[in-house]
């Protein structure tokens, strides 16, 4: 064990105790063992005949516990709160535990992230230092030097640690002193930096910076990064949680070099600055490939630049993932398992419609069926389908694509978007003809995908006959689970809101986001979809064939059980996944 691990070991829990941080640490005074597998069956946790099989050497014991929780035996709680009573050192919950800022401050960012370690605590000139392995004698040394004070080790649960670093070692502060670094290099004369073509010195400032403004943006799980040219300088902004939130400001003179970066990342004409550009770039990221789909448009002040941040681990959700309610996930599920018709999920851009549309496919696609899509862009890389990019410069359309992978013998088919009356009419035709097609339409609501598709000159009655079913969706914030607060809103509001009729008289309790550090303060963490489930009954049949309006195929389908968003988000609020003021802001 590292010297001084164990006289600080009966230390810390009465330092942090006295400090009000009692419930966040573990103490494990006096208790020290050389074997985590003696402890976790000590403890409960799996069988001691699993102890047989074992010969006491150090490194097979960490080999066989790394095998448990890949296993799901043990979890990695468990065998963080083993190795602290192994090594005789406090735990700590970094869920719990109110990391103090400033210490974290102390150390330089790009340290902390190397060696996976977060300063959380000071006692006097002790350094309370939280960590994964705390035999890392090296890191323990790094962090030393830096902050020329004693470093204690306490022990965290890996995830909850790489949590915490994302949260509160933001690489803010190095991108200002990369921004200086690139100002000085590029001089004082205002003019841009020279485009970096062939990057051989991962150090060099553009490349860093770049790869700064990309690592912050997935860590704070944003979907959307915006480099935005001004008169005089560029802002940065990512969307985090549906809602834009300005990041960084930089100088004027950088703006070229930056843009130029991103765009050799993601194989765009670098010479070409008068017409907008599409492209594809892929980072690694806490050890996983993320995709990152980027567009540029020229303005009056330069390129502004948008990348999608597409994680690939999103399209290994399960159907219970995207909260349906229960009448409307069994009315869905209904029609994703049936062999033919077409599905329409509607939206806005960025409400969630790829997501919902991977998700089914990952739920029907099975080695005995054929599955193709049809996509503009490709966003997500699926195992086990066929991907199909829309390539208009080459004559492959999405009508064209349609038209060719129907003769490639397909049981299921994905169609990005129906945009035109000749793909909407292949579309139909197919899943009238024993294919299950699932697409996506820009319409406000279910019933309006309807009469948007007799609009694109598809005759009624084939609309009523080979349309299944219509999913309408929005993205709102999730409350955070950690922080949210029970409260009752005034019933009259509620009334006048449209979410309780005026007869009620029991007000459900409502949560409201109050904000904490898991959250950065915002009360909400992550995203919930709020949705409208609209099956194709004979009487919308009818309605359709009819040429009846969105709104009477709306009441038909109230009236038939159908929940709107706002119902659904209602539902959603008393369920205490968001607030009222979210289904407000998403839902008209």
Same mark, same amino acid.
């Given at each position: ?78 065998? *963080? ?26 150390? $330089? ?16 000139? #002790? ?46 502060? %190095? ?55 001004? +008169? ?18 930089? $100088? ?73 309610? +229960? #009448?409307?996930? %069994?009315?869905? #599920? ?40 049809? %996509? ?54 197919? *899943? ?26 598809? %005759? ?32 009259? +509001? ?95």
């Amino acid at each position: 064990m590292h010297r001084g691990c164990l006289a600080y070991a009966r230390v810390v829990p009465g330092v942090l105790a006295d400090r009000g941080y009692a419930g966040t640490v573990a103490s494990t005074e006096g208790v020290v063992m050389s074997s985590l597998s003696e402890i976790l069956v000590i403890r409960g946790h799996m069988p001691i005949t699993s102890l047989d099989a074992l010969s006491g050497d150090p490194v097979e014991d960490e080999a066989f516990v790394r095998d448990l929780v890949l296993g799901g035996i043990v979890t990695e709680s468990q065998v *963080a709160t083993a190795r602290a009573a192994q090594l005789g050192l406090p735990f700590v919950d970094l869920t719990e535990f109110p990391v103090d800022q400033a210490c974290v401050a102390l150390v $330089p960012g790009a340290l902390l992230r190397r060696h996976e370690v977060l300063p959380i605590a000071r006692d006097g000139d #002790r350094l309370m230092l939280a960590m994964a392995e705390p035999r890392d004698v090296l890191a323990l040394d790094d962090v030393r030097a830096a902050v020329r004070m004693q470093v204690a080790p306490v022990v965290a649960e890996r995830s909850d640690l790489l949590a915490a670093i994302g949260r509160f070692v933001r690489s803010d502060g %190095e991108l200002s002193e990369l921004t200086t670094a690139m100002v000085e290099e590029s001089g004082s004369g205002g003019g841009d930096l020279v485009p970096v073509t062939e990057p051989t010195e991962d150090d060099a400032p553009i490349v860093r910076f770049v790869n700064l403004l990309i690592s912050q943006a997935i860590s704070d799980h944003a979907s959307d990064i915006h480099i935005e040219p001004a +008169e005089r300088d560029m802002h940065v902004r990512y969307r985090i949680d549906g809602v834009l939130h300005e990041m960084q400001r930089a $100088p004027k003179n950088i703006q070229n070099g930056v843009i130029s970066r991103l765009k050799i990342m993601s194989d765009i004409d670098i010479a070409e600055r008068r017409k907008p550009q599409d492209g594809r770039m892929s980072v690694i990221h806490g050890g996983r490939q993320i995709d990152l789909r980027v567009a540029t448009l020229p303005t009056v002040y330069g390129e502004k630049v948008v990348m999608r941040i597409l994680d690939n681990a999103s399209t290994g959700l399960g159907m219970d993932q995207l909260h349906l309610l +229960e #009448r409307n996930a %069994e009315v869905y #599920r209904a029609s994703y398992t049936k062999p033919y018709g077409m599905i329409l999920v509607t939206g806005p851009t960025g409400s969630g419609k790829s997501t919902t549309l991977y998700t089914t496919l990952h739920a029907v696609a099975r080695p005995e069926i054929n599955v193709i899509t049809v %996509e503009d862009p490709v966003e997500y890389r699926m195992d086990g389908i066929n991907q199909v990019q829309v390539n208009p410069k080459a004559g492959l359309t999405f009508a064209s694509a349609l038209r060719s992978i129907l003769r490639s013998d397909p049981d299921v088919v994905l169609l990005g978007e129906i945009r035109d009356h000749e793909t909407a009419q292949i579309a139909i035709e197919a *899943a009238l003809t024993g294919h299950l097609v699932l697409s996506t339409l820009h319409t406000n609501d279910a019933p309006s995908a309807v009469t948007r598709l007799i609009e694109m000159d598809i %005759e009624p009655f084939l609309v009523g006959s080979a349309l299944d079913c219509v999913v309408a969706q929005r993205l709102a914030r999730r409350l955070c689970d950690r922080c949210k607060q029970a409260y009752q809103h005034p019933l009259e +509001e509620l009334v006048a809101l449209r979410l309780m009729a005026g007869h009620e008289t029991v007000v459900p309790t409502l949560y409201k986001p109050i904000g904490c550090t898991s959250c950065s303060n915002t009360g909400y963490r992550g995203r919930i979809a709020l949705h409208e489930v609209m099956p194709v009954s004979e009487d919308i049949e009818r309605l359709a064939v009819a040429r009846a309006s969105s709104a009477e195929i709306g009441r038909a389908a109230v009236a038939q059980g159908m929940s709107t968003l706002r119902d659904d988000g209602w539902a959603k609020a008393q369920l205490g996944l968001t607030s009222i003021e979210e289904i407000l802001r998403v839902v008209a």
